[in-house]
């Protein structure tokens, strides 16, 4: 069951997520993002209040961006983490 996140929590894990994408271009290697970092982000998203649609999409977008840094290509990460991170200002806009 999806347990929707306060506003609050959306804006601090959207925080978390752009340090994320700062972080991406001084990363070496690009593995090196830390899988506590990935798990919250993944965590997030399974508590976001999403439409079946929405959540298929973003959860496609973590996992892209996931496969992009296993294989070393931070520039492809950040952009499927940026397009992730609107997701979560939708959110918080509303």
Not at 11 to 21: E, G, N, T
Not at 23 to 51: N, Y
């Amino acid at each position: 069951m999806n347990h929707p996140l306060p506003p609050g929590d959306v804006a601090s894990l959207r925080a978390h997520l752009q340090q994320i994408i700062e972080g991406l271009p001084s990363e070496v290697p690009a593995r090196r993002v830390p899988r506590a970092d990935l798990a919250r982000v993944r965590a997030a998203i399974e508590s976001l209040p999403l439409s079946s649609g929405e959540y298929c999409v973003a959860l496609n977008r973590f996992l892209n961006a996931r496969r992009y840094l296993a294989a070393g290509e931070r520039g492809a990460a950040a952009f499927e983490l940026r397009l992730l991170a609107r997701i979560f200002d939708d959110l918080t806009a509303t």
